[in-house]
């Protein structure tokens, strides 16, 4: 028995070695991929009792001194009584060429993939030979899950020995990947075991949840961890992780985030540890729209771009290169490469990920049912670690990713854009006049809001969905086809999402003058995330921001098994001049009134001290207000204010002007819950003091009562789940902008009535417990000097 032991898919296999030409992603490829499955189960439904479907197939075998454990899944297995072979094995593919352009030899790798499959029966049932058939198939014209099939099969027979000579050839031709591979885990292995903390020592909180979740990993838990800014998170999350692959216990480790700053944050994590002696491969994963070369002109086929042409006959050369390093393998890098080779950045660093040992990217990659990484999730069963952080996002991020709408005005704009006697007119007039309906049985009202799902519509947009199919097959270049294909697209992943809807999900319809968009809205995302987090042997998730614990993990799915955590500060708490002012009501009826004592109290706070400070609202329009007021009453004083239309280039000007020898006042008018509320790193002098407007709460609207009624009918506290518990969030994180590192000493002052009832109070963290109450603005005053002259 070989020493050297490798697992792998049939599929990535064949894939990987035999696969060529360009990367061409126009409409065909796409509709056939939501044909796919449906065609599959069709088929293989009308196929007869002598036909097995999905029959899962395992093989082990030993070539080069490497034993191989194969896997995968064959369409059919077709076993009859009489004729030669007695049994055969059927790969289905879908397509959207006419199938009188299908050829027997169309594509190597689909015959390759089924004559592996074939080989495994061969050796599993002691046959002789076997027959390997191809199933093309192609949607027929026809309205949603009525339309039909039509197939072309191809049919081969092969003795046991050829099968088993071409896979072991195959095998060969692996066997170079393979052992540079198992190299590089030996040199991994043995640098993870020999690898200390990178930091020296451990500062307070930090070791507490790295043993925390080293734990979670070796029992197959689940974890949430409220971690206050200061600990480290993200090396007490990632070492544990590393050490866990090296000990054997998992095989990768996804570090999953929101935003550029954290997925930074990760990658200067596996520096240092790389600088400790760390050997291991980590792909950054940008998005798609980001990362690829033709920027805002996107168009990934050979004619519109010369890095999709000839892709795959040159991407196994650039991974070489790529792998070759020293496994710090980010944006740069794989655009340097991609650009030397001439192939896709964005498809090159899919490619790159199944030979890391950690992928650093966001949320969607593993929880979105759109595009999240079948290649892991699907087809070989690894153990894997899901380390999310900023998980307070994952909230609202989920109940968007699980959720889909469509506007009349879509269709009509399309529509426009179409010369009159257009044939695709009919089924965009049928989806027009089905919306218009639902608007006219809604009377009065202007949103309307069922717990069941709209078949009719649901089924309008499949019929839709194959109309327009057919139509952008005939119609490329034409007047509207890419308004049509852009539609086309919306409209898909309705349909997908259709496919999910269950009792955690209303149907919205709301009405804007002539406008009517519908939605399917999802409530509680806790069990479809229940599910992803099921793919991984791990889950750790934390946050500064996870309060409260228990509401966290039910809308997060941590499972009645999860384990929370909640670390205290690492820093001294008299370092933080903590101060409610109890007096204002910033309530929407309020508002007006409040605006002067909210002034003056802003100005009272950043005049105590010269520096940096920055003031959080819950709304732009009430952020303007007072910022008008303020500038007005006090032009002396150097003022920014957000803008909810900022670039990249406006983002970054903002935060320059918060420096660290700043010897001035600058007051920066933010938002609660925006770009600069969360994810900043304003260390030392450059923000010495931010200003909370109100409690945060999500502005009142049908949607959010729809949450509400949700969790209340469940038996929980539907308004703090639908308002209290969201907008506590983002005071919490607007207050830790401030207090970045051990040496900082900063003011949060929090303006509301609301924040010292018990409903509030409550939520604080540990280290609010020494806040003042401050009623008037001569008290304001008297704390702050009083902090500010220690």
Not at 152 to 170: P, V
Not at 510 to 539: F, I, N, W
Not at 708 to 732: E, H, I, S
Request: charged share 25%; aromatic share 10%; with cysteine.
């Amino acid at each position: 028995m070989a020493e050297k032991h490798v697992s792998l898919s049939v599929r990535r296999l064949v894939e990987f070695l035999l696969r060529g030409g360009s990367i061409d992603n126009r409409f065909g490829g796409m509709e056939s991929a939501h044909e796919g499955a449906r065609l599959h189960r069709r088929i293989q439904k009308a196929a007869g009792d002598a036909y097995e479907s999905e029959v899962s197939l395992t093989i082990s075998r030993e070539v080069g001194g490497i034993s191989y454990t194969l896997e995968g899944r064959a369409d059919g297995v077709i076993t009859e009584e009489s004729g030669e072979p007695s049994v055969t094995v059927d790969e289905i593919k879908t397509v959207a060429l006419p199938l009188e352009m299908i050829e027997e030899d169309f594509n190597r790798t689909h015959w390759a993939q089924a004559m592996c499959y074939a080989c495994i029966l061969c050796v599993q049932r002691e046959l002789p030979q076997i027959g390997v058939r191809l199933t093309y198939a192609r949607r027929e014209p026809g309205r949603g899950r009525q339309a039909s099939e039509e197939l072309k099969q191809f049919r081969r027979i092969f003795t046991r020995g050829e099968l088993e000579s071409f896979l072991d050839g195959l095998l060969e031709q692996y066997r170079l990947w393979a052992e540079e591979q198992l190299e590089w885990i030996r040199l991994r292995d043995e640098s993870i075991r020999a690898l200390a903390f990178p930091y020296g020592g451990y500062r307070a909180g930090q070791r507490e949840m790295a043993a925390a979740i080293y734990r979670t990993i070796a029992a197959s838990g689940r974890l949430f961890t409220q971690a206050p800014t200061g600990i480290g998170k993200t090396i007490s999350a990632l070492f544990p992780a590393v050490k866990s692959i090296g000990e054997g216990l998992t095989d990768r480790l996804f570090y999953l985030t929101a935003k550029t700053i954290t997925r930074q944050a990760a990658e200067q994590a596996f520096d240092r540890m790389r600088e400790a002696g760390l050997r291991m491969r980590v792909v950054t994963l940008t998005a798609v729209d980001k990362i690829c070369f033709l920027g805002a002109e996107r168009a990934c086929h050979p004619d519109a771009c010369p890095f999709a042409k000839g892709h795959y006959d040159r991407v196994n050369d650039a991974l070489r290169e790529l792998l070759a390093g020293d496994g710090a393998i980010g944006r740069q890098a794989i655009e340097d490469c991609a650009r030397r080779h001439t192939v896709c950045p964005f498809e090159l660093s899919l490619d790159a990920t199944l030979w890391a040992d950690g992928i650093i990217c966001d949320y969607n990659y593993a929880f979105d049912p759109q595009v999240y990484l079948r290649r892991f999730f699907q087809e070989v069963n690894e153990r894997y670690v899901f380390l999310v952080d900023e998980a307070h996002n994952l909230v609202d991020r989920s109940r968007e990713m699980y959720s889909a709408g469509l506007a009349k005005s879509a269709f009509q704009a399309v529509g426009k854009a179409l010369p009159k006697r257009d044939p695709l007119r009919r089924p965009l007039n049928r989806m027009i006049r089905l919306m218009n309906g639902r608007a006219a049985d809604m009377g009065d009202s202007a949103f309307q809001a069922e717990e069941a799902a709209w078949s009719d519509l649901n089924r309008q947009a499949e019929t839709f969905l194959d109309e327009c199919g057919q139509w952008l097959e005939s119609h490329a270049g034409a007047p509207g086809s890419e308004e049509a294909l852009a539609l086309f697209f919306e409209v898909l992943q309705y349909t997908r999402i259709a496919e999910l809807y269950d009792e955690c999900y209303v149907t919205t319809t709301e009405r804007r003058g002539r406008e009517v968009l519908v939605r399917q809205l999802c409530l509680d995302p806790s069990h479809a995330l229940d599910s992803c987090m099921k793919r991984a042997r791990a889950v750790a998730l934390f946050s500064a921001t996870l309060t409260p614990l228990d509401y966290f993990a039910s809308v997060l799915g941590g499972g009645e098994n999860a384990r929370t955590q909640a670390l205290p500060s690492p820093y001294q708490r008299e370092h933080l001049c903590l101060l409610m002012a109890d007096r204002i009501s910033t309530r929407y009826r309020d508002r007006e009134g409040s605006i002067e004592p909210i002034t003056d109290g802003i100005y009272r706070t950043v005049t105590v001290r010269r520096g940096n400070y920055m003031v959080y609202f819950p709304s732009y329009q009430y952020m303007q207000a007072v910022s008008d007021r303020f500038m007005e009453k006090y032009p002396a004083v150097e003022t920014l204010v957000q803008h909810s239309r900022m670039d990249e280039q406006e983002r970054e000007a903002f935060l320059a002007r918060f420096d660290e020898g700043n010897e001035r006042i600058l007051v920066g008018f933010c938002v609660l819950g925006g770009i600069y509320a969360e994810g900043i790193d304003l260390k030392g002098g450059r923000l010495i003091g931010t200003i909370v407007v109100g409690v945060g709460l999500p502005q009142v609207s049908e949607e959010q009562n729809l949450l509400k009624a949700y969790y209340t009918r469940g038996g929980r506290a539907g308004y703090d789940y639908a308002y209290t518990f969201p907008g506590m969030n983002k005071v919490l994180q607007a207050a830790g902008r401030v207090i970045r590192g051990e040496e900082d000493r900063g003011v949060v002052v929090l303006m509301d009535d609301r924040f010292t009832t018990p409903s509030y109070r409550r939520l604080y963290p540990e280290h609010w417990g020494g806040f003042r109450v401050v009623r008037n603005g001569e008290a304001l005053e008297r704390e702050l000097r009083a902090f500010w002259d220690e």
